[in-house]
């Protein structure tokens, strides 16, 4: 990764201005990835932007209808490589705008590497070879790569190392909270297609055999007390805690948005109910994180 200069270390006036991200860079050197990123981290994006609204974009930016704005502007537009280097010049004379251009590269062999998976053909000619393409776009796009403040090869690069990079732009910039979603569910109504992580708590007693408790649910003491007064229910509850707990800052530096966590019993409403809420309880309170509690099938009947 080469840099000029470090976006990190701009001047306090640059940072003061309203950031204006530009990512180019070679076909298949990780755009579409970078762009994903860069949204999920809070920016206003738009990919494939033609050159002549860049500054439209961007006065929009300076006067506030986006936070932040990020966009990717590439050979796919026909202009691009005529239009591109004056529009940019003409963005670092606005005021009040502090444009970043970010350059990804990558090497020829996992260009090729990429394109051999994706079978897609490349953008500079259909009537050449994938190397032949990349060859090409490479000298076309060299004053452009001239032009930029960061430059970042993507060859051994996995997509969550590349999402980290954008998360690091900016010393002051503030992390998003990974959102942990606590789902119960019942298995005989079928599980969750979006778990990320799934835990089967039909082993714990079951309330449902009580004909006192069987009505209620999960939420209500005399269910957690029941379930509680077993050892083994105890040691479990420990364990699937002290799990989730160790595993969510890992979950947090990657950079992960979104975990689901489903959590299931037979009927879905006393005893994944009542470990739904005493996850939710203990994950209060762990950095970096917003616990969410939902109970997908709480309210259908216990027949």
């Known amino acids: 990764m080469k840099s000029r200069p470090p976006v990190a270390s701009q001047s ?22 970078a762009i994903r990123a860069l949204e999920d981290l809070g920016h206003f994006c738009v990919d494939n932007l033609p050159s002549a609204l860049i500054p439209t974009l961007a006065q929009l930016a300076v006067r506030g209808a986006f936070e932040k704005a990020a966009i990717v502007a590439d050979v796919r ?29 990558a090497t020829n062999e996992s260009l090729v590497r990429r394109f051999s998976e994706t079978r897609r053909p490349h953008p500079m000619g259909r009537d050449k070879s994938v190397l032949e393409g990349i060859l090409e776009e490479r000298e076309v796009l060299a004053p452009v790569r001239a032009m930029a403040d960061e430059i970042v090869d993507t060859s051994d690069m996995t997509v ?25 569910f019942g298995f005989k109504h079928g599980v969750p297609v979006d778990a990320d992580l799934m835990f089967d708590v039909r082993c714990l007693p079951n309330p449902h055999f009580v004909p006192t408790l069987r009505p209620r649910t999960g939420r209500d003491q005399a269910v957690a007390s029941f379930i509680l007064r077993d050892p083994a229910s105890r040691a479990f509850i420990d364990k699937l805690e002290e799990y989730v ?51 997908r099938d709480i309210r259908r009947s216990t027949k």
């Open 245 to 295: 707990r160790f595993t969510l800052p890992y979950y947090v530096s990657e950079g992960k948005s979104y975990l689901t966590i489903a959590i299931g019993c037979t009927g879905g409403r006393h005893r994944s109910v009542m470990l739904a809420e005493r996850l939710g309880r203990a994950l209060a309170n762990v950095a970096d994180t917003r616990t969410r509690v939902k109970h």
């Open 160 to 184: 969550h190392e590349l999402r980290q990079f954008f998360m690091g732009l900016s010393r002051d910039r503030v992390r998003a909270p990974l959102v942990v979603n606590l789902v119960s």
């Open 77 to 105: 537009e026909q202009q691009f490589l005529k239009a591109f280097p004056a529009v940019f010049r003409r963005l670092r004379k606005m005021a009040r705008l502090n444009p970043v251009l970010i350059f990804l590269d």
């Open 12 to 33: 306090r006036a640059a940072a003061a201005r309203q950031p204006f991200i530009i990512v180019t860079g070679l076909s298949g050197s990780g755009k579409s990835q």
